[in-house]
């Protein structure tokens, strides 16, 4: 499948230096952009089923009994060995430590399945920042002739595309089979945004993180579903080469398979794309196209030059 990248004339300098840049969320024109969702880091019954299996009855007994004899060791010297064993054989002090025990169990539990919106919101916005720090997104989509599109990302038509082979290694990187980042992926859309739990009692950790990934980077309204977008993350650290705040990449010439130049584009832009594709053996294998305006629709032909 070819897909596009809708770009400004002046970056015709991609043909030249074949640098691509992962951008960082924060650049992006959508604030929801890699700012999830979270409700709860666990539900209820995750919750009462991790503290059964770390406290069943005798593990209980047997943590207050550590805990009596370990409070005493350090603060409690001078106790005789008698003293010592009346208070650690008291029943009710037992009996009121298990209490108390529980009383914290269920205090935890309202924590990690209850917390509230505000902090939800700080932890979302921490996560968003650790994004922004790490992490570099290439965009992509299979629509040439969407007329918003060249409007907005490609200088109101007096840009170009670039389409590249989605089937070139370069788009698959993947370290692992459950690496779920270093590879293009579609876009998601939703009218409503579905909430995380950090863990679910149906689900495995791969599950788990998959789940989150997948809202995070590849989950967007339906407002922008006309973009028909696909997806490729990779590690700002593995950057080619740094910019200021650009992160670029290397893309080898077979990757790209079309260059398509927007119907407004300035004749010294065209002429200048022309001579680096057509004078670069690299690119022999390139079609080069040209957008045009329908005569009686609102929309875009593409034809061959």
């Known amino acids: 499948m070819t897909l596009y990248k809708y770009l400004t004339p002046n970056l015709k300098v991609i043909l030249n230096n074949l640098d691509i840049r992962f951008t960082q969320p924060e650049f992006f024109n959508d604030p929801f952009e890699s700012f ?60 009121d430590l298990k209490l108390q025990l529980g009383d914290l169990a269920s205090a935890m539990k309202q924590i990690f399945s ?50 590249f082979d989605s089937s070139n290694p370069f788009f698959n990187q993947k370290t692992s089979e459950s690496d779920t980042i270093r590879a293009l992926k579609p876009i998601i859309y939703t009218n409503k945004r579905l909430p995380l739990t950090l863990l679910n009692e149906n689900g495995s950790d791969e599950a788990a993180a998959e789940e989150l990934i997948s809202q995070f980077f590849y989950t967007k309204s339906t407002h922008w579903e006309a973009e028909r977008e696909w997806r490729m993350i990779l590690p700002l650290k593995d950057a080619m080469k740094i910019f200021n705040e650009f992160y670029l990449f290397n893309v080898p010439p077979i990757a790209i398979t079309e260059v398509i130049l927007g119907c407004k584009m300035q004749q010294a832009d065209k002429e200048e794309i022309l001579v680096l594709v057509k004078n670069h053996n690299q690119f022999s294998h390139v079609n080069i196209k040209e957008a045009r305006l329908s005569y009686d629709a609102y929309s875009l032909s593409i034809i061959d030059l």
Not at 53 to 74: G, R
Request: net charge negative; proline share 2%.
């Open 36 to 95: 999830p969702f979270y409700q709860t880091i666990m539900t209820e019954s995750v919750f009462d089923n991790l503290f059964a299996s770390k406290f069943p009855e005798y593990n209980t007994d047997k943590f207050i009994n550590e805990s009596i004899a370990n409070t005493l060791e350090e603060n409690f010297h001078t106790l005789s060995l008698e003293q010592r064993a009346k208070v650690e054989n008291n029943q009710q002090l037992i009996n």
């Open 114 to 163: 209850q917390s509230t919106n505000s902090e939800w919101l700080k932890l979302s916005e921490k996560i968003k920042e650790k994004a922004n720090t790490n992490f570099g997104i290439f965009c992509l989509t299979e629509k040439n002739d969407n007329l918003i599109m060249w409007s907005h990302y490609a200088d109101s038509h007096r840009g170009f595309l670039i389409g």
